[in-house]
């Protein structure tokens, strides 16, 4: 009967850590071992969306058809990761120069609640001038969040005066017609997001 007990907790044990590496983005591919394969078909990242900028317009995704975009997904009460991922896009722009102009950089909330267009606008003047802060209702978020995949959930902390937001925390590079190309780490190194958009921005004849 002991065996028996033991084997069982093992299983459940097992069924427990392949049940949260599931969830945690990049598990899998740290502790499973990497082989070459071949993939076919475009990955399911990105989507249509309709939503508001910092200027209160109601803009579509059709609006960035002809441009790379980079989009990100955050909150402007975020303590330190977005204002991170956003510096990196936009010492990235900077690098590129005149050739920024063939890139939308997005910054999509997850915090509807508190991210007016008038609190996207006076955070984002504090970054690159061409940035786009697109928020709306709970489900104009859900449903752009769902598009890119993004994970997001309200936290509560007794301790804190106001909640934060856990979430994705992902930099998505999409093609001229909105489709995934690829995506970086939020704190990856400017030189090599500007190197990659321009390599993007020369095989679209820029």
Same mark, same amino acid.
């Given at each position: 009967?002991?065996?028996?007990?033991?084997?069982?907790?093992?299983?459940?044990?097992?069924?427990?850590?392949?049940?949260?590496?599931?969830?945690?983005?990049?598990?899998?591919?740290?502790?499973?071992?990497?082989?070459?394969?071949?993939?076919?078909?475009?990955?399911?990242?990105?989507?249509?969306?309709?939503?508001?900028?910092?200027?209160?317009?109601?803009?579509?995704?059709?609006?960035?058809?002809?441009?790379?975009?980079?989009?990100?997904?955050?909150?402007?009460?975020?303590?330190?990761?977005?204002?991170?991922?956003?510096?990196?896009?936009?010492?990235? =722009?900077?690098?590129?120069? &005149? /050739?920024? @102009? !063939?890139? +939308?950089?997005?910054?999509?909330?997850?915090?509807?609640?508190?991210?007016?267009?008038?609190?996207?606008?006076?955070?984002?003047?504090?970054?690159?001038?061409?940035?786009?802060? =697109?928020?709306?209702?709970? &489900? /104009?978020? @859900? !449903?752009? +969040?769902?598009?890119?995949?993004?994970?997001?959930?309200?936290?509560?902390?007794?301790?804190?005066?106001?909640?934060?937001?856990?979430?994705?925390?992902?930099?998505?590079?999409?093609?001229?017609?909105?489709?995934?190309?690829?995506?970086?780490?939020?704190?990856?190194?400017?030189?090599?997001?500007?190197?990659?958009?321009?390599?993007?921005?020369?095989?679209?004849?820029?």
């Amino acid at each position: 009967m002991r065996a028996k007990l033991t084997i069982v907790g093992l299983l459940a044990a097992c069924a427990g850590a392949l049940g949260a590496l599931t969830f945690i983005p990049g598990a899998v591919e740290t502790f499973l071992p990497k082989r070459s394969m071949t993939t076919v078909g475009q990955a399911m990242v990105g989507g249509p969306f309709e939503m508001t900028n910092q200027a209160g317009e109601r803009v579509r995704d059709e609006a960035y058809r002809g441009k790379l975009m980079l989009v990100y997904f955050g909150f402007t009460y975020c303590p330190d990761i977005c204002p991170a991922g956003l510096q990196v896009m936009t010492a990235a =722009l900077d690098e590129l120069g &005149k /050739d920024a @102009d !063939k890139v +939308a950089p997005i910054f999509i909330t997850v915090d509807p609640e508190r991210d007016t267009p008038e609190q996207m606008k006076r955070y984002l003047d504090s970054f690159h001038p061409g940035l786009v802060g =697109l928020t709306g209702s709970a &489900k /104009d978020v @859900d !449903k752009a +969040a769902k598009a890119y995949r993004v994970y997001y959930r309200k936290a509560e902390d007794a301790a804190l005066s106001e909640y934060t937001m856990d979430h994705t925390s992902f930099i998505y590079l999409m093609d001229v017609n909105g489709r995934y190309i690829t995506h970086f780490a939020h704190a990856v190194e400017p030189d090599k997001l500007a190197a990659r958009l321009r390599r993007e921005i020369a095989q679209i004849g820029g």
